[in-house]
């Protein structure tokens, strides 16, 4: 299984957990809808800049 490292309290613990077991660290999640949103501002804000 994937893992990844709580930034509170170093353990590694399932990628696929929201929060950390050990000390509650709480993970934020963007939605897929957010980064595509901001991948075209910044497509956006590049053409207009560059014409």
Do not use: H, N
């Amino acid at each position: 299984m994937k893992k990844k490292e709580c930034p509170s309290c170093a353990m590694e613990i399932d990628q696929s957990e929201r929060t950390c077991p050990v000390c509650g660290y709480e993970f934020s999640e963007i939605s897929t809808s957010y980064k595509w949103i901001a991948v075209l501002l910044v497509l956006l804000f590049l053409f207009f800049l560059l014409f």
